[in-house]
């Protein structure tokens, strides 16, 4: 459904002279009617003059121009270009009498008679005109000349569209150097030349080349002064197409509808170019699956093509055809989408190769009919057919061709041909992988979202394939998907800014500092909730897109760098004996011909001297749900399941029936390890592992060591990180949240959050940072401790980039609220919150969790003070935008603070992925409301190990291992705390 939308008319109006003769009147009439967009009237009264004009009359400029204008109306008009054909060719044969072919009127005859058969796809006659305009232009006006540059314009898209697009791109980039050198850059040549190299980029999936110059021409034609509409509308679409296919839908929503209505206007609802933005808006909505927006545009387009092509024919008309076909099959209409696409075949046949690219997607819409109908060798034949077709036009790594591999390996996987099922299925994956690399290059962390959400988002599928298919080997496919799919977004962010800080190009920091200022505006402005402006707070996040991407594209080292992940061979050579990683992962079970309702979650496990690694199925994600609700009361699901049902001591059977669906089907293929590396995944990142029950007597970290680590794939980094009596530690707790100083009452709730007027001192936090100070003070470690009204939210800020501590611990308050959109148990909650409704209400997870600093209740009840950045509120937002390299463990001593939302492969959004973002190596956070006492109990024993020289994660787990052991039967006591490397 691919609709190139290219600039090619240059009209040149010849001089006419005037006379008083009757035919004139008609003329003149005519030219009225042209005037006000009477076309019908216009052709009528200038047929009427051609038949009146004298015979001396015939070889005039006035009677040349009357044949041009007719032409121009039937092409321009009524996108009828083989009855414009005729009154060209006829004017082409006087200009040729009257004054030879060496002169300006015949190369722009020459140049119009191409057009109207590139428009009816008789690509090569185009060319033949388009080369002669060209080579008189030459000699007339040398190859640095305007209308030179025409002839190139019109080749480029004629080479465009017929795939020869190295010297499509050549024949633009010509164009454009003339253009530029003759008018500048604020031009409507040199604006059109941008818009035809952006959709050569876009043709070639090169969508980083392609952007750019569309909203370069866009703009151009916006500002610019007397650049028709119809021009403008064109820059609308192919930018349009460009965002389209980089997942950013609603915005080539707004650009295509800005488009069709400029060409209503300027054209009429009775032209080809307004069938075209109908069709390319429905295309949209079917890409979007809004099947019922999409059909009353197609059934637009195809009317007015069937008045103006009445043979029905022609390349528009088959386009229609083929369209509504692919609307209907997804439908399920069937045999009314046969028969559509089988019209639409055969028309494109007839036109031969200049229509090759729509016969490529029709041949391979037919193969999804068949596949639809269950007809697996005709699918295969079309399939394979269309297959051909794009290798040789668009090449192996086009998107098209990838989601023909997709398509080829259900077919085969319905035939049951599993290894050649397989085999398709990992060439998509690796194109899909090389295609996100060359997104990720350019675009903004918001975008690379909508490009893994709308695009390339067929994991899924892979590991369904996997799950069901291939009982015995090629189990390693599954474990590299996992490990490539796994923090793409999150990994490309970290790089990005190690990159920038490390640079010493002072041209890109300036460029990031700009940017950071931007995302602390837009901060504040989300702390405001509805109080904001929202007009602006839209334009500074559009501000902050467009700088975000510059900044990824100036980074050269960047682009060099993406993409790379280790693999899963990698991974099994950094074990040693007892020691086995598990990546779990979690997909929507895909059939063979649609996603089901059900999603499961299976475990890939590695062991030194495995050949592949392991699979091993779990559960469905509703068992997982329905044992985290069991015990919930008001909405307070994972706390209850650990504070009220999950017991170690006792045969419950929630405790039973945890272990059972979580951990048990692992338990036979770890005989013998004790150490895992695991990374959870969907609802796993709330699970705390280390305290399922075993059995009566056992929990799972007595068996096991249990690491946990975001991927497996960290393992390639795994240090023993210390802490040194010269690092800086920094310690923030006794917070005073009002500035009303008295306010320091002992709270009921503990480290609850707010769901009064706001936060109450926790006196609790102040001997815990006191204790941590006292102990490092006796094994002479210097510790930084931040009390009251200093342990400001801008206190944390400052220790940005160098002045990043070796440890930074944060006791306080933390929230977390759910997705105010999502309907389940677990989000009723947020319902109940009086305060804070800025921060519960946002769209944005990384607003929607967050720490608490000095004086937080002011902004926490809606009171603001214009123009000050410290709110006492720092929102996993802001921390996202915080740099430090030099920390190596923060430790979140608030309730809730692994919280967040679960993005798929991207994990926890909130502040776990915040910390990670600026670069944190070490995580200790919580999964659950602690109690005060055992949380500083637990903090007093990491402490005194770190500060004895043991490693970070050998610190943790041997205090785990103590509370543990104290707090048997009460995992809740203990367990909440987790160490994230």
């Known amino acids: 459904m691919r609709i190139v939308a290219c600039s090619i008319l240059t009209i040149l109006i010849f001089g006419h002279e005037l006379h008083s003769q009757t035919w004139q009147q008609y003329r003149d009439k005519a030219d009225t009617f042209r005037v006000r967009k009477n076309i019908d009237s216009a052709i009528e009264n200038y047929k009427l003059a051609k038949e009146l004009i004298p015979a001396d009359s015939i070889y005039s400029n006035s009677y040349i121009l009357l044949l041009t204008n007719t032409g121009n109306l039937f092409y321009l008009g009524k996108s009828q270009y083989s009855t414009a054909e005729i009154y060209y060719l006829e004017a082409r044969e006087i200009i040729k009498k009257k004054d030879g072919s060496e002169n300006d009127k015949y190369a722009m005859n020459a140049n119009f008679l191409g057009q109207v058969n590139y428009q009816q796809r008789k690509y090569r006659p185009a060319e033949t005109y388009y080369l002669e305009a060209k080579q008189i232009w030459e000699r007339l006006f040398t190859k640095k000349s305007s209308q030179y540059a025409i002839s190139c314009n019109a080749l480029g898209i004629l080479y465009n569209d017929d795939g020869q697009f190295e010297k499509a791109e050549a024949e633009h980039l010509e164009a454009r150097a003339i253009r530029e050198q003759l008018f500048t850059k604020e031009n409507a040549g040199y604006a059109q030349s941008c818009n035809n190299l952006a959709a050569i980029y876009w043709n070639l999936g090169r969508f980083d080349k392609g952007e750019p110059l569309a909203i370069e021409a866009k703009e151009i034609r916006g500002r610019v002064a007397g650049i028709p509409k119809s021009a403008y509308a064109i820059s609308c679409v192919n930018l349009g197409n460009i965002y389209r296919d980089m997942g950013k839908y609603e915005k080539a929503e707004a650009l295509y509808i800005e488009a069709k209505n400029a060409r209503e206007i300027y054209f009429t609802k009775e032209h080809d170019d307004y069938a075209l933005s109908c069709d390319i808006l429905a295309d949209l909505y079917y890409f979007m699956k809004q099947f019922h927006k999409a059909e009353p545009l197609y059934l637009e387009a195809k009317g007015i093509r069937e008045r103006i092509d009445t043979a029905k024919q022609g390349y528009y008309y088959g386009q229609s055809c083929s369209s509504i076909a692919a609307l209907y099959r997804e439908m399920g209409k069937y045999k009314e989408a046969e028969s559509l696409a089988l019209e639409a075949q055969k028309i494109w046949e007839n036109l031969g190769s200049a229509a090759d690219a729509d016969l490529a997607i029709n041949t391979n819409s037919l193969g999804a009919l068949y596949f639809n109908l269950e007809d697996y060798n005709k699918s295969e034949h079309f399939f394979l057919k269309a297959r051909e077709m794009w290798k040789k036009r668009l090449g192996v790594l086009h998107p098209f061709y990838t989601e023909n591999s997709l398509s080829l390996a259900r077919v085969y996987r319905g035939k049951n041909e599993i290894e050649k099922a397989n085999d398709l299925y990992i060439n998509a994956f690796e194109a899909q992988n090389a295609q996100a690399g060359n997104i990720f290059s350019f675009t903004s962390e918001d975008e690379k979202q909508l490009y893994l959400k709308n695009i390339t988002g067929a994991e899924d599928e892979y590991q369904s394939f996997y799950f069901s298919k291939m009982n015995t080997g090629h189990k390693g496919q599954p474990y590299l998907i996992s490990l490539q799919k796994r923090n793409q977004i999150l990994a490309s962010s970290q790089q990005l800014r190690h990159i920038i800080y490390t640079s010493g190009d002072t041209v890109l920091t300036t460029k990031y500092d700009n940017w950071l200022d931007l995302k602390k505006q837009i901060a504040a402005l989300y702390a405001k909730g509805d109080m904001a402006p929202q007009d602006h707070l839209k334009t500074l996040i559009e501000k902050a897109d467009v700088l975000e991407k510059d900044i990824v594209r ?17 991974i099994r050579q950094l074990l040693t004996p007892g020691e086995a990683t598990i990546e779990f992962i979690e997909f929507n079970y895909f059939d063979g011909h649609h996603f ?114 975001s991927t497996t794939a960290a393992l390639a980094n795994r240090t023993a990180d210390v802490v040194t009596s010269s690092d800086k530690i920094f310690l923030f707790g006794g917070i005073k949240y009002s500035l009303d100083s008295t306010s320091k009452k002992v709270v009921v709730d503990k480290r609850n959050r707010s769901t009064r007027s706001g936060f109450n001192y926790l006196p609790g936090t102040a001997a815990e940072v006191k204790g941590i100070a006292k102990t490092g003070q006796v094994k002479n470690f210097s510790t930084t401790v931040l009390q009251g009204m200093e342990a400001r939210e801008n206190a944390v800020k400052m220790l940005n980039d160098k002045q990043s501590p070796k440890v930074l611990h944060i006791a306080t308050h933390g929230f977390f609220f759910p997705d105010p959109g999502d309907n389940t148990k677990d989000s009723l909650k947020s319902k109940t919150y009086t305060s ?100 500083a109990e637990f903090m007093q024993l990491f402490y005194n190990k770190l500060f004895e020289g043991k490693a970070i994660d050998k610190s943790f787990y041997e205090a785990q291992a103590a509370m543990r052991n104290k707090y048997r039967r009460s995992p809740f006591k203990w367990a909440a705390w987790i160490l994230v490397k």
């Open 554 to 570: 100036s980074s050269a080292v960047f682009k060099k760098m993406q993409p790379g992940t280790i693999d899963w061979k990698a």
């Open 596 to 709: 089901t309702d059900s999603i499961f979650y299976a475990a890939l496990v590695i062991r030194p001297g495995m050949e592949e690694p392991k699979w091993v199925t779990l559960f469905e994600k509703k068992q997982l749900e329905k044992l985290l609700t069991r015990t919930t009361v008001d909405g307070q699901s994972i706390n209850r399941f650990y504070t009220r049902g999950l017991k170690v001591g006792s045969n419950n059977t929630l405790s039973t029936q945890a272990f059972n669906t979580i951990w048990k089907p692992l338990e036979n293929i770890l005989d013998g390890v004790t150490t895992i590396y695991f990374s959870p995944a969907g609802l796993l990142h709330r699970i705390a592992f280390a305290s399922l029950p075993v059995d009566s007597l056992q929990v799972l970290s007595d068996k096991y060591n249990l690491v946990q680590l």
């Open 836 to 935: 804070g409704k800025a921060f519960q209400q946002s769209d944005n997870p990384l607003i929607r969790s967050g720490l608490v600093f000095a004086g937080a209740n002011d902004a926490w009840n809606g009171k603001y003070v214009d123009g000050q950045e410290d709110d006492g509120i720092l929102t996993a937002y802001e921390v996202s935008n915080l740099y430090l390299p030099n920390t190596k463990l923060v430790v979140l001593s608030a309730c809730e603070t692994a919280l967040g939302d679960i993005k798929g492969s991207e994990g926890v959004y909130g502040l776990q992925r915040a910390f990670k973002m600026a670069g944190v190596e070490n995580l200790v956070m919580s999964l659950w409301k602690v109690p005060d006492n055992e949380t």
